[in-house]
């Protein structure tokens, strides 16, 4: 349902030029094996750090168009208007994902009023932010891009009905778009720099990779500390679906916090790298829950903490192993 690409895959070249790395923090643990487990994520280290920190977000909305041969249809987050009369591009930004205005808690703590994946990653590491209690890692006020268009060859992708809904979909293989976005990327080098998340937003569609259907995916150009990060999601306007609404941009958004360079290399048997969103999404509702934001209803899924994966669970609030309380034991492996 959900995928990475390796940094080093094919077509991925690492940036050339001199720019800003992410802001990101080293941390290790020793797991249940007893194996030592080091990892890179991104913001500053929680239990040195006590004040915000803030990365630039770049958003590229893409209008994918099918022909008469395969579809016959437009998708484009650009035009499309969903329930509260937003745009699918508009409506991300208006989303828990970058706006506060929710109090988010964990049992009876409170994680506080900030965006979704800043208060998953201040339970994440509980310990430390109860006592520096200015700990944050934001996503900015996005800086939206001209909108960019891609045209699904019928050996690429088709529209089909939605395999979890009603609704009609496109589809293409993730291969070729990643190729598009990395060729959106390259065009965009003096915006898109490795000191910026570049988030790529499609209106009803999935990826395709042996079959369907995948709804986002995160990578990196290049390894850390100097490679470019991005990550990709749809948003689904159907009620219920997987992906619906901002559902999948809070799986991606999550991982890329904890993985933004895809090695953080783990010993589960479910998940060899520290994929937070991956353990959840076959449960109930594909593992979301619903918040209100100024009156509009967004499906944000639940993400593991890092005791998940054989850290010591006293690291996170409530020695919980995810922000909902939904797993009661470690991945297998562990």
């Known amino acids: 349902m959900f995928t990475t690409i390796p940094h080093n895959a094919p077509g991925h070249r690492a940036p050339a030029r001199a720019a800003s790395q992410l802001t990101q923090w080293n941390g290790s643990f020793t797991d249940l094996t007893g194996h030592n487990i080091s990892y890179t994520m991104a913001g500053t280290n929680p ?88 700990y944050h890692v934001l996503l900015g006020s996005p800086t939206v891009l001209a909108e960019q268009t891609i045209s699904v060859s ?37 915006t898109i720099t490795p000191g910026v998340l570049p988030l790529f937003v499609t209106y009803n569609i999935f990826l395709t990779q042996g079959g369907c259907c995948i709804g986002g995916y995160h990578s990196a150009n290049g390894a850390q500390p100097s490679g470019q990060t991005y990550s990709y999601a749809t948003y689904v306007d159907e009620a219920g679906s997987f992906s619906q609404d901002v559902s999948a941009f809070s799986h991606e958004i999550g991982e890329w916090m904890d993985d933004p360079f895809v090695d953080n290399n783990v010993n589960c048997t479910d998940n060899s790298i520290m994929e937070n969103g991956d353990p959840l999404e076959n449960n109930a509702n594909y593992g979301d829950y619903a918040y209100t934001l100024n009156g509009s209803t967004y499906n944000l899924q639940d993400l593991v903490f890092i005791g998940y994966f054989g850290a010591p669970p006293s690291t996170s609030v409530n020695s919980w192993l995810d922000l909902h309380n939904a797993k009661s034991t470690v991945c297998p492996g562990q």
């Open 154 to 190: 019928r050996t690429q992708g088709k529209v089909i009905t939605n395999p979890f809904g009603r609704s009609k979909v496109g589809t293409m293989g993730i291969n070729a778009f990643d190729a598009k976005l990395q060729t959106i990327m390259n065009n965009n080098a003096g």
């Open 47 to 134: 239990s040195s750090n006590n004040a915000p920190t803030t990365i630039p977000v770049v958003v590229v909305p893409i209008k994918m168009v099918y022909g008469s041969r395969n579809g016959n249809m437009t998708f484009d987050p650009n035009a499309h208007t969903v329930a509260n009369g937003k745009t699918v591009t508009a409506n991300t930004i208006a989303s828990p994902l970058f706006q506060t205005g929710v109090d988010f808690k964990a049992g009876s703590v409170d994680l506080g009023n900030t965006q979704y994946v800043d208060a998953y990653q201040r339970g994440n590491f509980w310990s430390s932010v109860q006592t520096n209690t200015n």
